[in-house]
């Protein structure tokens, strides 16, 4: 099992998310559909990770000094409540958590939504409650030029394309080095032989199966 703590010395907590989640990079993909953190109730399971637990926990690391405070931290941000660790060691109440990655933005845990603030926006069709998303469509995204390390881009599916009402089907973390973007993503494979990537992120969207993105960020130290 990994061990990973945030020593970076890096002030801007983008950059820190970043690198915490440059550290995932060659993990293997988790399968399960539910996520195997869930499925064994743990906060940390790092030997096999998916996209939404490689985002909570580069999130969880950059923002804490210690692997206790990063388990604290946890607590706080994957949960609409909060967690509750039982006298198992065990967390007894995941099904509070955050499953939807649209949730995730909602609740502001997860740095301010900048959608809007980057570049041309459209409003698609919503579900789960939501009339209509705001997305930058995937024709737009290669025309910003004000993506940040540590930004937490949203992939937003297409309405046709949603098997239980998700909007979000994908999320990953960018790194900016120079005038590249990068995009570091948990990549499953058909045959589950996928791994955490590092990829061009204009590569990566001129691609992909998606409507087009929403976009969060930490500010500050």
């Known amino acids: 099992?990994?061990?990973?703590?945030?020593?970076?010395?890096?002030?801007?907590?983008?950059?820190?998310?970043a690198l915490m989640a440059e550290r995932f990079i060659g993990t293997p993909y988790d399968p399960d559909p539910i996520g195997a953190y869930v499925r064994n109730r743990t906060i940390v399971h790092d030997e096999e990770v998916d996209c939404m637990y490689l985002t909570f926990r580069a999130v969880e690391l950059a923002l804490s000094k210690s692997p206790e405070e990063a388990v604290a931290i946890a607590l706080e941000k994957r949960f609409f409540t909060k967690g509750i660790i039982g006298p198992d060691g065990r967390v007894i109440n995941y099904n509070e958590r955050y499953e939807y990655g649209e949730d995730m933005i909602d609740s502001g845990k997860f740095g301010r939504e900048i959608t809007a603030e980057l570049g041309r926006t459209i409003s698609i069709e919503g579900s789960r409650g939501r009339q209509r998303v705001v997305i930058i469509p995937q024709e737009a995204i290669r025309e910003i030029k004000a993506f940040k390390s540590g930004d937490i881009v949203f992939f937003v599916k297409r309405p046709e394309r949603r098997l239980l009402g998700e909007i979000v089907g994908h999320i990953g973390i960018?790194?900016?080095?120079?005038?590249?973007?990068?995009?570091?993503?948990?990549?499953?494979?058909?045959?589950?032989?996928?791994?955490?990537?590092?990829?061009?992120?204009?590569?990566?969207v001129k691609d992909m199966d998606f409507a087009g993105i929403r976009v969060t960020r930490f500010t500050g130290p």
């Open 1 to 17: 099992i990994l061990i990973l703590t945030s020593t970076s010395s890096a002030e801007d907590t983008g950059e820190r998310i």
């Open 174 to 204: 960018l790194k900016v080095e120079g005038e590249e973007v990068y995009l570091i993503h948990a990549s499953g494979k058909k045959n589950g032989k996928g791994t955490t990537v590092k990829v061009p992120f204009f590569d990566y």
